[in-house]
């Protein structure tokens, strides 16, 4: 064949031909294929299931929009939607100036406890998003403490999930508004400063147009975090309906698969539309990033770095008072009439044989999404970023990997009901179990573990691996051995944020669970319906204290791990 | 030859045996050729050199050889042995990248080693090899540091024992030396060279540097637009460049507009300019014009007669010294020169000559374009 081609150009030059696959070559697509396939398997034939299920009825008979129609057609239903999002906006509205201003404090300012502001705003990131509507009950609710303030008007409704999104959501919105501020040139500030330009005008002109794609980004994912959390609406809501409790309510209560479907497909389009939004504003935020800039560094200003610890300082003490509701309620005799204080509630929830179990399941669940999510995010951002062949596939492992941020958990939960349930589906034996618990879980979480992982191998040379391979190794001993060492600290932050989140996720899981594999998440939402306050409030500080405390031991633990590893990190020239 | 050829001598290592051939290698990106038919033959033991503006595709060029790009046409053989279409495992080289891409979290030591150690050697020998190859760079101590704690010239000399481990047939280097500081990037230059000449390593070098292709190639291939524009020494390309585009893209060149007379004479603004031949072997580098046909005259600024002018000396001019260029030991003068037409020409003097014929800016100078040196291209 070589011969023949050698002798006849023409042959040659009218196939298209590629190089022999190495050994190497053909373990890297093999492998890639099985990412692809994963992602597709427990990502794209749930979504397709769902949208499929949304124009059947319920003997499989195709019937177009009928179900979209039928839903919009009634009354409380269409209010649904319309609470949805004006809760939403104003969630955007107060949560995202105010982790605007936290984030400005903290990056602009000199004031003292930086580290311990910061950690406080993290601190709704370690509960499930029932902690806080259960603490503004506590603080507001019929029997509540403060509830005279309210003068009359009840905190079950509106006002009660947008105090509680506010705090679930606060913490997203400060992480991403940091990012933006943190990425400030000093030279444009050095260069308004020589023309005399005012604080102001300083500010309206600088700091605000260097970080508006950090602010849509931010009100963008609080969008969507309040359009498909359930958590928080399902026990402060009351009766105000909005979409993602509807999906609950047509599954759970009624067994409506085909209504949820619907409701499913409509919680999945403001999602889907923000998520455009939020990724078109990233690839300008990458933009920003990569261009060359000198680090902005505050100087001190005595005035303005007080006002801020005033700001923070009152930030944190409202954030401190939800978690720290939920922990005084847990215990307390019987909220309000006897304030005694008793471990009852914590025996009770790890000594009651389901409550326990609930808590290790969500250990389990924890511990597994960290190894088998941290192994999948990492091989397959590896693999789309630094092995050759297979060009078409490679975006196309990129695109489901950010698609999984754009589908709430709820939608996706639904999609594995049934996908995985369907009496022909061969992975059948999949559901009810902690593997598809696991599944969701990574897949849901995906997309923030895929871009810590591609974000860290786009530091790494890029020519890595052409070295290696002019040095005949196969690519995987340089993965082994180069690239996971190098990449560590990142591994482990996905690891971390994979447990923390799998400790308080709910709204993926909540259709998944199985009386053996119930997660205390599940479990608080549980008692908290039978009026099971403590016990509710004892298995979420629980939860708030597990994830703390892994976080504190990951810092421990990483801290060493990297001083053994990354020696020549610390390293640099004599 | 008219005359020594300086780089010949250089060329002493390189044998005229073929170390690599390419045959019509030709690479699309959709619609867009990035090369087209590539014909190339690299010498056993030579030190090759793709040099062009940037895009030209010389990289593109280096890493099909590499394997680590897919032509989209034509075959590659090294030694004999068809290499078209391997994996770069399956090929024998060495590799050096602009970013050294030393992987940072294994020592020096074993960086170098990182190729040998796949090889099932020993380990007293992988040591051995190791050191012989730290002191080849002139590096012995630095086996237990880590990249980081290395200069950009040291981590680049680390990369290229790392590349030689494994004794390769071929060495490619990739602009190896455009992430250095100057005085770093000269050291290295020559470093590099009389290595390569040492260890009679075939050797292909990409580069956008002139001064770097002239200084360290046996034979330069000059590139543009995916195609090869000229393939000489460095003094035939700096002294016969095959076209406008070399010419103006190696060494500084003066254009002047002018149109063929026949009989290698050709007006000028207003004035005739002569070229002769060779006087030794006869060559001419002027081309046969059609009379009245526009062409483009190169003279290199250094290509003057400024004293002993008598009547008799050829392509004589006149012109108004502007703006002196300093750059040591040589000055480039702009020469307003009226009979030429409007451009400037930019002329080479010595600083003593600048002294001796006193030139400085709004004198007026005669000077004479040296009649054998001229380039003529088409316009």
């Known amino acids: ?100 201003f936290f984030a400005y404090a903290i990056n602009r300012s000199c004031m003292r406890f930086k580290g311990g502001f910061k950690f406080i705003a993290l601190l709704p990131l370690l509960a499930p998003s029932l902690l806080s509507a259960i603490a503004f009950i506590q603080w507001f609710g019929n029997q509540g403490v403060l509830k005279p303030l309210l003068g009359g008007a009840s905190i079950y409704g509106a006002p ?36 005399g330009t005012g604080t102001l005008r300083r500010f309206f002109t600088i700091t605000l147009p260097s970080c508006k794609y950090g602010l849509i980004s931010a009100a963008t994912v609080v969008f969507t975090y309040v359009i498909s959390d359930f958590g928080a609406p399902k026990v402060i809501g009351g009766n105000f309906s909005v979409l993602s409790v509807d999906v609950f309510k047509q599954v759970v209560g009624q067994q409506n698969f085909g209504r949820g479907a619907v409701v499913g497909v409509l919680l999945l389009l403001p999602s889907i539309l923000s998520f455009a939004i939020d990724s078109l504003v990233r690839r300008k935020l990458q933009a920003q990033l990569s261009a060359r800039s000198v680090p902005y560094k505050p100087k001190p ?65 924890g511990f597994l999404t960290a190894v088998f999510g941290t192994t999948a995010a990492f091989t397959g951002a590896y693999l789309t970023e630094k092995s050759r062949g297979l060009g078409s596939l490679r975006p196309l492992v990129h695109l489901m990997a950010m698609l999984s941020m754009a589908v ?114 599940v479990a608080i939402m549980n008692l908290d319906e039978a009026g099971d306050i403590g016990p509710a409030a004892a298995l979420a500080s629980l939860t708030v204290v597990t994830s703390a405390l892994v976080c504190l031991l990951y810092g421990w633990f990483s801290k060493a791990l990297i001083n053994k590893t990354q020696a020549w990190r610390t390293c640099t020239m004599h | 030859m008219d005359m020594t050829d300086f780089s010949a001598v250089q060329s002493l290592s390189a044998s005229t045996e073929t170390a690599l051939e390419l045959t019509g290698v030709r690479k699309d990106f959709g619609s867009f050729s990035a090369l087209g038919n590539i014909d190339l033959q690299v010498r056993q033991g030579e030190m090759l050199v793709f040099l062009g503006p940037s895009g030209c595709g010389k990289t593109t060029l280096l890493r099909i050889i590499a394997g680590l790009e897919s032509q989209t046409a034509g075959s590659i053989s090294q030694n004999g042995r068809d290499i078209s279409w391997l994996p ?72 290229l024992a790392r590349a030689m481990a494994t004794s390769p047939k071929l060495l490619l280097l990739d602009e190896p030396l455009s992430a250095l500081d100057a005085l770093e990037r000269v050291r290295l230059r020559k470093e ?47 002294e016969h460049p095959a076209s406008a585009f070399v010419a103006g893209f ?34 001419s580098d002027a081309g046969d014009y059609r009379p009245g046909s526009e062409v483009r005259l190169y003279v290199r600024p250094e290509d003057r007669i400024a004293e002993d002018i008598t009547d008799a000396t050829p392509n004589q001019v006149v012109g108004v010294a502007g703006r002196v260029e300093f750059l040591g030991g040589i000055c480039l003068v702009e020469f307003d020169v009226a009979e030429l037409g409007k451009t400037p020409l930019t002329i080479q003097f010595s600083l003593n000559q600048m002294h001796d014929l006193n030139i400085v800016p709004g004198v007026r100078i005669r000077f004479a374009l040296r009649a054998d040196r001229i380039r003529v291209f088409p316009a």
């Open chain 2, 250 to 283: 190696v060494g500084k060149v003066n254009v002047i507009k002018a149109k063929a007379l026949g009989e290698h004479a050709f007006e000028c603004g207003d004035r005739g300019l002569r070229m002769i031949r060779n006087p030794v072997d006869g060559s």
């Open chain 1, 301 to 365: 200003q005595s005035a303005f770095d007080r006002w801020m610890t005033v700001y923070c300082v009152l930030v944190s003490i409202l954030l401190l008072s939800v978690v720290g509701m939920a922990i005084f309620s847990s215990f307390i005799k019987l909220w309000p009439y006897n304030l005694e204080l008793t471990w009852r509630h914590y025996q009770y929830a790890l000594l009651d044989g389901d409550l326990s179990a609930a808590y290790t399941n969500s250990l389990k669940l």
């Open chain 1, 408 to 521: 709430p958990g709820l939608v996706l939960g639904l999609g594995y009901i049934m996908f995985f349930n369907h009496p022909d589906n061969p992975l059948k034996f999949l559901y009810a179990s902690m593997s598809i618990l696991v599944f969701s879980t990574i897949i849901h979480y995906y997309t923030s573990s895929h871009l810590t992982a591609v974000s860290a191998l786009k530091a790494l040379d890029n020519e890595f691996e052409a070295v290696a391979a002019s040095l005949k190794i196969p690519f995987y001993k340089t993965f082994l051995r180069v690239t996971v060492p190098v990449c560590l600290p990142a591994l482990l932050d996905i690891a971390r944020y994979y447990f923390v989140v799998s400790m308080a996720t709910l709204s993926c899981v909540v259709f998944l669970y199985s009386p053996d594999t119930i997660l205390s998440s």
């Open chain 2, 88 to 159: 770069p495992e399956q090929r024998d080289y060495g590799i050096v990248f602009q970013s050294y891409a030393l992987f940072p979290n294994l020592t020096v030591a074993e960086n170098v080693a990182y190729g040998l150690v796949n090889r099932r050697t020993q380990r007293a020998q992988i040591q051995a090899r190791v050191e012989e190859l730290l002191t080849m760079v002139g590096l012995p101590t630095s086996a237990k540091k880590y990249p980081s704690q290395l200069s950009g010239g040291q981590q680049q000399r680390i990369a």
């Open chain 1, 160 to 195: 009660g999930i947008i105090l509680a999104e506010v705090y679930n959501t606060f913490p997203h919105a400060m992480m991403i508004i940091t990012t933006a501020l943190s990425l400030a040139d000093a030279r444009l500030y050095e260069a308004a400063d020589s023309m």
């Open chain 2, 192 to 238: 590099i060279r009389s290595l390569q000449q040492q260890l009679g390593v075939t050797t292909i070098m990409v580069t956008h540097d002139q001064e770097e292709a002239l200084n360290m190639a046996d034979r330069i291939v000059v590139m543009n637009q995916g195609a090869i524009e000229q393939i000489g020494t460095p003094q035939e390309i700096y």
């Open chain 1, 1 to 100: 064949m070589q011969a023949s081609s050698k002798l006849n150009p023409v042959l040659l030059t009218s196939t298209r031909r590629s190089l022999k696959l190495s050994g190497g070559d053909i373990l890297a697509r093999v492998l890639l294929v099985a990412v692809a396939g994963g992602l597709a398997l427990f990502l794209l034939a749930p979504l397709a299931t769902i949208l499929l299920r949304g124009v059947l009825d319920n003997n499989g008979n195709f019937v177009g929009l009928m179900h979209f129609r039928d839903y919009l057609a009634t009354p409380s239903l269409k209010r649904s939607i319309l609470n949805s999002c004006s809760v939403a906006f104003a969630v955007v509205f107060i949560s995202v100036p105010m982790a605007f």
